[in-house]
């Protein structure tokens, strides 16, 4: 009877099957013929070389083999081979994000989907025309003597306040509500954007639009109604801005009150309305009885109309600017509160 070796037990494991019954024929022979050779060596480790080498090829064909070392710094283990650091198990390089661009993605996102809504779209674009128009007429019956201010001057430092209101307050409130019961909000949750990062990516259309708009304002005061250049252009890049943190904000925390789109936009007339009458866009504060105005002052919008009636045409001290920016940024915080206290991330039920 030949005896196998392990160079013959090796070729025999070509086929896994047949391969390891021919090796094991060939161990129960060898230990039959030799008493003193102990069972499952010889043949046995050929057929365990011949499984090795079949492992090996099989490695070759898919997943890459480990060559035993671990080719540097910046590779990692990735089943049985190596892959750089940074990729993915498909070997796609992946890039890590910024905040930044995290939000512009957000922008972008949300830029598209404002420009395939042709209501909000309205609303953003015309609504302030039309109420800087409609609320011109009115103006014009006011006693203004006391104020010192035409009523162009009047109409078109009010004007900054409509484009805040329905821009950022108004659309915002109906996005935010709109993303919540369509669950983009709790979805963005669930990878790497912060909440900050969520709410500040989908009002950058809105605020965008409403910087776009105020310059368009101060060019067409400027130009064609004869109105001087801004006195104080950092006040008023100040009170625009307050202005889109501040409704941003207010817009957020709002949609607790709302369950659908549609009702946002209801939901949302409260404050537009006593912003519109009381906060000095249509009636200057110092045209209103003294009792009125008073309680007017304390309105979310009146510091930040204010500033922005100042950055234009001038005219107040110093005390009077640091009042209203303390005003203006106390109004700030106490919105960021009420956004983390009240903001819900997933519908309301």
């Not at 099989?58 to 190596?82: I, K, T």
């Not at 600017?321 to 039920?349: C, N, S």
Request: proline share 5%; aromatic share 6%; glycine share 12%.
């Amino acid at each position: 009877m030949v005896r196998r070796g392990p160079a013959a037990a090796g070729r025999a494991g070509r086929p896994a099957a047949r391969g390891g019954r021919r090796a094991d024929r060939a161990a129960d022979e060898g230990a039959a013929a030799d008493p003193h050779r102990t069972a499952g060596l010889g043949a046995g480790e050929g057929h365990r070389a011949g499984r090795a080498r079949r492992a090996d090829r099989l490695a070759g064909r898919g997943v890459p083999r480990d060559s035993g070392h671990d080719g540097g710094e910046g590779r990692v283990m990735a089943g049985n081979g190596m892959r750089p650091a940074g990729t993915t198990g498909t070997g796609v390089p992946t890039s890590s994000t910024t905040v930044a661009g995290r939000a512009l993605a957000l922008g972008r996102a949300e830029l598209t989907l404002l420009l395939r809504n042709k209501s909000a779209l309205y609303i953003t674009l015309l609504m302030p025309v039309f109420m800087v128009y409609a609320m011109r007429s009115g103006t014009k019956n006011l006693d203004l003597e006391a104020t010192g201010l035409s009523v162009k001057e009047v109409t078109m430092t009010g004007a900054f306040g409509y484009v805040l209101l329905f821009v950022v307050y108004y659309h915002l409130m109906s996005a935010y509500t709109a993303r919540r019961e369509e669950l983009v909000l709790k979805r963005l949750r669930t990878g790497e954007t912060g909440d900050a990062e969520i709410l500040a990516g989908a009002a950058l259309p809105s605020a965008a639009i409403a910087l776009a708009q105020c310059v368009l304002l101060v060019v067409a005061g400027s130009v064609w109604l004869d109105m001087p250049a801004p006195a104080r252009p950092d006040l008023l890049l100040v009170g625009v801005l307050l202005g889109i943190v501040l409704l941003a904000a207010l817009a957020a925390a709002s949609t607790a009150l709302a369950r659908t789109s549609e009702s946002a936009q209801l939901a949302a007339m409260p404050l537009a309305m006593v912003s519109m009458l009381g906060s000095g866009m249509f009636w200057p504060l110092a045209a209103m009885p003294e009792a009125l105005a008073r309680f007017c002052e304390v309105l979310p919008m009146t510091p930040v109309v204010e500033l922005m009636r100042t950055g234009w045409l001038g005219g107040a001290s110093t005390a009077e600017i640091l009042g209203r920016l303390g005003a203006a940024l106390v109004w700030v915080i106490v919105g960021v509160f009420a956004v983390r206290r009240w903001f819900r991330w997933e519908p309301r039920r």
